[in-house]
């Protein structure tokens, strides 16, 4: 878990402000969520046989013998706070929310145990138009921060839960006759979750599910057409993609359209922004049943990203004007002229030398904050 420390973080709130200007263009309202829930909601909503409640949560008991957990993902706690306040029976909801997460996994570059995403949820509408728009959201972004040729977009469906449990059996029955071909990894998956083997970074394993049966095979009718429609609406906007078919999400609550803005421009591929359907959510953990689509971003690879491809997108300086008073009774007088300028110009970052100093020794403080402008009252 890091420290950010003031270099950092004004770079941070530069991305996230461009974020949320992007966010608030499109309607989207900011919902802020407790970091702590009771462990059921995860486990409800991620599942018990994936690898985040298995071993990556942070949980433990309150005074009270309570089970808490720190939130991994802020999915589950919007839509409880949905449920919970009302907000998405037979309403149309478009939220956003941005803050810490937290998951004891191993730590490497760009993935910490304390990480921060933001997220978009959008509750009470089904079509395809609504899926493009996120897309097109999130496009927006890449734009506006300056990495958008280090970004792809991969694109796929996973149908419906029916079509996907006829899939499932075809899978685990190949799976079965190459058992000795699957790492360990896999072979506990295979039943538990078998649609996560897709997903598996081990080449001989990819190898093998080149001749594995294929999901699009599978597809219910309605998803195929739901696919092609959003496949459409993007092509007219001009937003390149390319169909992976080893795209899925291992959680049954998920349907339809997922997909992921990925980068190779942090070394090994990584994935930037993960989204897709989640129809079935809300009803599972005791709402209405209720359409629903959304995604998330972590931060910290983000911000790596733009590091890397973009250096020219800055932090602001720190210090636009800095205030010397040099003489007898000045000190006061020089407060009194910052707090003018205040008034007089709020945008302005305006700071006032203390603790005395010749002139010359003034100076070099101003340049050591990097201000553009010395004030001088002498």
Same mark, same amino acid.
């Given at each position: 878990?890091?420290?950010?420390?003031?270099?950092?973080?004004?770079?941070?709130?530069?991305? !996230?402000?461009?974020?949320?200007?992007?966010?608030?263009?499109? #309607?989207?309202?900011?919902?802020?969520?407790?970091?702590?829930?009771?462990?059921?909601?995860?486990?409800?909503?991620?599942?018990?046989?994936?690898?985040?409640?298995?071993?990556?949560?942070?949980?433990? !008991?309150?005074?009270?013998?309570?089970? =808490?957990?720190?939130?991994?993902?802020?999915?589950?706690?919007?839509?409880?706070?949905?449920?919970? +306040?009302?907000?998405?029976?037979?309403?149309?909801?478009? =939220?956003?929310?941005?803050?810490?997460?937290?998951? $004891?996994?191993?730590?490497?570059?760009?993935?910490?145990?304390?990480? +921060?995403?933001?997220?978009?949820?959008?509750?009470?509408?089904?079509?395809?138009?609504?899926?493009?728009?996120?897309?097109?959201?999130?496009?927006?972004?890449?734009?506006?921060?300056?990495?958008?040729?280090?970004?792809?977009?991969?694109?796929?469906?996973?149908?419906?839960?029916?079509?996907?449990?006829?899939?499932?059996?075809?899978?685990?029955?190949?799976?079965?006759? +190459?058992?000795?071909?699957?790492?360990?990894?896999?072979?506990?998956?295979?039943?538990?979750?078998?649609?996560?083997?897709?997903?598996?970074?081990?080449?001989?394993?990819?190898?093998?599910?080149?001749?594995?049966?294929?999901?699009? !095979?599978?597809?219910?009718?309605?998803?195929?057409? +739901?696919?092609?429609?959003?496949?459409?609406?993007?092509?007219?906007?001009?937003?390149?993609?390319?169909?992976?078919?080893?795209?899925?999400?291992?959680?049954?609550?998920?349907?339809?359209?997922?997909? !992921?803005?990925?980068?190779?421009?942090?070394?090994?591929?990584?994935?930037?922004?993960?989204?897709?359907?989640?129809?079935?959510?809300?009803?599972?953990?005791?709402?209405?049943?209720?359409?629903?689509?959304?995604?998330?971003?972590? =931060?910290?690879?983000?911000?790596?990203?733009?590091?890397?491809?973009?250096?020219?997108?800055?932090?602001?300086?720190?210090?636009?004007? $800095?205030?010397?008073?040099? #003489?007898?009774?000045?000190?006061?007088?020089?407060?009194?002229?910052?707090?003018?300028?205040?008034?007089?110009?709020?945008?302005?970052?305006?700071?006032?030398?203390? #603790?005395?100093?010749?002139?010359?020794?003034?100076?070099?403080?101003?340049?050591?904050?990097?201000?553009?402008?010395?004030?001088?009252?002498?």
């Amino acid at each position: 878990m890091n420290d950010y420390l003031p270099e950092d973080t004004a770079l941070w709130q530069r991305i !996230e402000g461009t974020l949320k200007q992007v966010l608030g263009s499109y #309607g989207y309202s900011e919902i802020r969520l407790p970091i702590v829930e009771q462990t059921p909601l995860f486990k409800r909503a991620i599942g018990e046989v994936t690898d985040v409640v298995e071993k990556e949560m942070y949980t433990f !008991e309150d005074r009270n013998g309570e089970s =808490l957990t720190l939130r991994p993902e802020g999915t589950a706690g919007c839509v409880r706070a949905g449920i919970e +306040h009302g907000l998405l029976y037979n309403q149309e909801q478009r =939220l956003w929310y941005i803050g810490p997460m937290f998951r $004891y996994e191993r730590p490497q570059k760009g993935r910490y145990r304390q990480f +921060h995403q933001l997220g978009a949820e959008v509750f009470g509408l089904q079509g395809p138009d609504v899926d493009a728009e996120l897309i097109l959201l999130s496009a927006r972004w890449w734009k506006a921060l300056g990495i958008v040729d280090h970004v792809k977009l991969e694109l796929n469906s996973i149908g419906s839960l029916a079509a996907r449990a006829n899939y499932r059996d075809a899978l685990v029955a190949f799976l079965e006759q +190459h058992q000795e071909k699957l790492d360990e990894d896999c072979k506990r998956r295979m039943y538990s979750n078998p649609l996560r083997v897709l997903d598996s970074k081990n080449p001989e394993v990819q190898a093998l599910l080149n001749d594995a049966p294929r999901l699009s !095979e599978y597809l219910d009718e309605e998803s195929r057409s +739901h696919f092609n429609e959003l496949c459409e609406l993007l092509a007219q906007a001009g937003i390149p993609y390319t169909i992976n078919e080893r795209l899925v999400r291992g959680l049954d609550y998920y349907n339809r359209t997922v997909f !992921e803005w990925v980068t190779t421009s942090l070394g090994a591929q990584g994935t930037v922004c993960a989204g897709g359907r989640y129809d079935g959510l809300v009803e599972q953990l005791g709402g209405r049943a209720t359409p629903a689509v959304g995604f998330a971003m972590g =931060l910290e690879r983000l911000v790596l990203l733009v590091q890397a491809v973009n250096p020219d997108f800055k932090a602001p300086a720190t210090i636009d004007v $800095y205030v010397i008073s040099s #003489g007898a009774g000045t000190q006061s007088a020089a407060m009194q002229l910052a707090e003018s300028v205040r008034d007089a110009a709020p945008q302005i970052k305006l700071m006032t030398n203390y #603790g005395g100093g010749n002139f010359k020794k003034q100076i070099t403080r101003a340049d050591k904050w990097g201000a553009r402008i010395a004030l001088i009252l002498g």
